[in-house]
């Protein structure tokens, strides 16, 4: 059974980090794309960053470029989200993803003074 689980979700003041992670079981993780995604109170869950397989590729939403830093471990199985200078509107329940399929249940991130 394939499972994801994120970790690492919390409440940090403007201009903080934290960093998401996400373990993965019950499939060749090594062999995916991972994503995470999120979504904020009232608006339409968005794609935040990817990365391939062999994480030589990783792509960013222009709202999070240069602040967030996705990764991974294939030895592990675990994908992370570095999140740095962060702001009000960084605000919402982040999710991981495998390609376009199985979601993880999601790890709230609060930014708030």
């Known amino acids: 059974q394939v499972q994801l689980v994120e970790s690492g979700g919390g409440l940090v003041q403007p201009g903080g980090s934290l960093r998401l992670s996400c373990a993965a079981s019950g499939l060749t993780f090594s062999s995916v794309t991972m994503n995470w995604y999120r979504q904020a109170p009232g608006k339409e869950r968005e794609l935040v960053a990817s990365?391939?397989?062999?994480?030589?590729?990783?792509n960013y939403a222009d709202s999070v470029k240069g602040r967030f830093t996705i990764s991974r471990d294939n030895v592990k199985k675990m994908v992370y989200l570095q999140m740095n200078s962060l702001k009000p509107e960084d605000t919402a329940v982040y999710y991981c993803?495998?390609?376009?399929?199985?979601w993880g249940q999601g790890t709230q991130v609060t930014v708030s003074s």
């Open positions: 993803r495998i390609g376009r399929g199985t």
């Open positions: 990365i391939a397989s062999d994480a030589g590729t990783t």
